[in-house]
């Protein structure tokens, strides 16, 4: 249980998707390679801008670790409420969570995050672990604010005694209220994520059609010192105002 304590489940989730590592990779590259054509019309220009390439793939990186973070948020829902019904048959908390393993692998695969989560589970109660510090490891690697809530709930339920398929009940029904309002909210800023991603393309599409109704227009741009001082203006400013939207899309989406 030690390493897994030190890997963030959510990150650990991401890096076993080699195919989207490569896509991404590739993705990045070919990002580096187009706005080395489009300003400087040289494939040279790719060795300056490689650092641009390696952000862009761990914001994406960074922005699929999120997605994954609230699919794990809602697979923990289904997972609780399994749990829950499996208490009001008899169960105990422990074989509960075992049992439901079965279920989560029905809904969402044996490859989901969920399912990877119980199998922890599964295998340090074999050694002995008690479920609350297990629980309380996973909400750890894991960096969700729900599940966090339901390990305290769920130590404390387990300790002082209580109907424990009423609280799990209760927090999985918090946890779906919680899910349920970023949603809406996410769905509110959607059309704003798509105004920014229209004005984004928009400067490369008008420059294209300028170019391909007038080829020839900006040669004298390129392969020679004002050209290059000019262009490299024009990427500074078009970085700073796509990194600008996206702090505050940022901002927004972490203020909910």
């Known amino acids: 249980m030690a390493n897994s304590r030190q890997r963030d489940c959510v990150k650990y989730s991401h890096s076993r998707k080699k195919g989207e590592l490569l896509w991404t990779a590739a993705l990045s590259v070919v990002i580096v390679a187009f706005l080395a054509y489009f300003f400087y019309r040289s494939v040279w220009a790719m060795i300056p801008l490689a650092p641009i390439g390696a952000v862009f793939f761990r914001t994406v990186r960074r922005k699929r670790a999120e997605r994954a973070k609230e699919e794990l948020k809602s697979q923990f829902r289904e997972c609780i409420l399994s749990v829950s019904a499996l208490l009001q048959a008899g169960y105990s908390a422990e074989?509960?969570?075992?049992?439901c393993g079965e279920d989560m692998k029905l809904m969402?695969?044996?490859g989901s995050q969920i399912c990877g989560e119980l199998s922890l589970?599964?295998?340090?109660l074999n050694i002995n672990i008690s479920l609350e510090e297990l629980i309380r490891d996973f909400a750890r690697r894991s960096s969700c604010e729900e599940i966090s809530q339901f390990a305290r709930i769920f130590s404390l339920a387990k300790r002082n005694g209580g109907n424990m398929a009423a609280i799990i009940?209760?927090?999985?029904?918090?946890?779906?209220k919680q899910i349920e309002l970023r949603r809406e909210i996410q769905t509110m800023l959607s059309g704003?994520?798509?105004e920014l991603n229209i004005m984004k393309i928009m400067p490369f599409g008008i420059l294209l059609y300028i170019n391909i109704s007038n080829?020839?227009?900006?040669d004298g741009l390129y392969h020679n010192l004002f050209g290059i001082a000019v262009m490299t203006g024009c990427l500074t400013v078009?970085?700073?105002?796509?990194?600008?939207?996206?702090?505050?899309?940022?901002?927004?989406?972490?203020?909910?």
């Open 215 to 218: 080829p020839g227009y900006f």
């Open 95 to 99: 074989n509960a969570f075992v049992e």
């Open 121 to 124: 589970i599964r295998r340090g």
């Open 108 to 110: 969402y695969g044996e």
């Open 192 to 194: 704003k994520r798509m």
């Open 169 to 176: 009940r209760s927090s999985a029904a918090l946890i779906g």
């Open 238 to 256: 078009y970085l700073a105002a796509y990194s600008l939207g996206e702090l505050v899309m940022d901002r927004m989406t972490a203020s909910i």
